[in-house]
């Protein structure tokens, strides 16, 4: 079973519209990292934002938040106000916190563009 | 030190020669990782270090996969006698583990294409 999935290869939205990006996540461990990485065409993973996923609130830095609903098992990103420079692929990512495991599991990505 | 560099960006290389790439962490972290990320796909974990000791590899990282980190610092990831499937970007993270909570930084990645 995939343990991320993002359902939206690519997603069109208005420039300064809001959007979401949806992730779902699969896994038994109860203690568990959440992770959305930012990749332009130049290729470098840039971080944006983690909820663990003992945190009682939603994650927020700057104009993005995570809508974590935990029972879902959802850790869908928002994207405030989108600008043209936020066209890009999008990456939700686990790591799983159980004894030694240091690896990110990451989803199949969605290609975001803004348009103007 | 500003952030991962990853040495070259670009490798095209025939098949069945030997590749190395080098990955230069942030200097204060202890912890570094190699993902490979092939076209359409997220990124796959591939290893670990923490300092110079490689804890984990993944079932991905065949015999033909070397990687190293002599002194804890730079890393090196060297394929040898690369096939065509070998053709992905690889990328290399490092963190400074604090308690429970810590990021990674990840660099630009090395795009290889075997021909």
């Known amino acids: 079973a995939q343990k991320i999935t993002q359902t939206q290869p690519g997603m069109f939205v208005q420039e300064k519209e809001a959007v979401t990006l949806d992730c779902t996540y699969d896994?038994?461990?109860?203690?568990?990292?959440l992770f959305w990485y930012k990749q332009p065409s130049s290729g470098e993973m840039i971080f944006l934002i983690y909820q663990g996923s003992y945190d009682q609130q939603n994650a927020t830095e700057g104009r993005y938040s995570l809508n974590f609903q935990k029972a879902r098992k959802s850790a869908n990103l928002v994207i405030s106000a989108s600008q043209l420079g936020d066209s890009a692929m999008y990456f939700c990512?686990?790591?799983?916190?159980?004894?030694?495991?240091?690896?990110?599991?990451f989803g199949t990505g969605t290609r975001l563009t803004i348009i103007p | 030190d500003t952030g991962v560099s990853q040495d070259p960006r670009h490798k095209i290389t025939k098949r069945g020669q030997n590749v190395t790439f080098r990955c230069d962490p942030i200097s204060e972290h202890n912890r570094l990782y190699w993902y490979r990320q092939t076209l359409g796909q997220g990124p796959e974990f591939l290893t670990y270090?923490?300092?110079?000791?490689?804890?984990?590899k993944s079932r991905l990282l065949s015999d033909r996969f070397s990687a190293e980190r002599p002194k804890g610092s730079f890393s090196t990831l060297e394929i040898q006698r690369t096939e065509q499937g070998d053709s992905a970007m690889y990328l290399c993270?490092?963190?400074?583990?604090?308690?429970?909570?810590?990021?990674?930084?990840f660099g630009s990645g090395t795009r290889l294409t075997v021909v």
């Open positions: 993270a490092s963190s400074l583990v604090e308690g429970g909570n810590y990021g990674y930084t």
């Open positions: 270090f923490q300092n110079e000791a490689q804890l984990e």
């Open positions: 896994t038994s461990d109860p203690s568990y990292g």
């Open positions: 990512a686990m790591r799983e916190d159980n004894f030694g495991n240091e690896k990110l599991t």
